[in-house]
């Protein structure tokens, strides 16, 4: 499956997100496409988020950017599954274009709610 991966440019995306889900089992049995990768910087994610099965948003952090991404995803079609730090305020507005959220407390904890939705996802 190809899963692209939206966040905000505030969240700390490389020790929370990225490292934890390429350090995951789930990570060889799919393409993930992370956006602020250096060999991604110059993609256009409009164009691309198309061609995605799923997009996993982390949405802890309120963004105009991700938000952007996320109205793609949804007007393409994409499903997208929100994730969120316990305790985060997210905004109301997701309810709108997905029913997937996953609340969770850390990294080990983020990759196994993760995995857990990606192996029903698959079914």
């Not at 995605?52 to 393409?76: C, K, Q, R």
């Not at 316990?86 to 850390?106: A, Q």
């Amino acid at each position: 499956m190809n899963i692209y991966v939206a966040h905000s440019n505030q969240f700390e995306y490389i020790t929370k997100l990225y490292e934890p889900i390429k350090n995951a089992q789930f990570y060889q049995n799919h393409n993930f496409f992370f956006p602020h990768d250096e060999v991604n910087k110059l993609v256009k994610t409009k164009e691309i988020i198309r061609d995605y099965n799923l997009v996993i948003a982390e949405v802890s952090l309120l963004a105009t950017g991700l938000g952007i991404e996320l109205g793609w995803a949804d007007y393409f079609n994409t499903p997208i599954l929100c994730i969120h730090e316990r305790g985060s305020k997210v905004s109301s507005s997701l309810k709108f274009i997905t029913n997937h959220f996953i609340e969770y407390d850390n990294s080990k904890d983020l990759v196994k709610k993760i995995n857990d939705f990606l192996d029903n996802y698959s079914k």
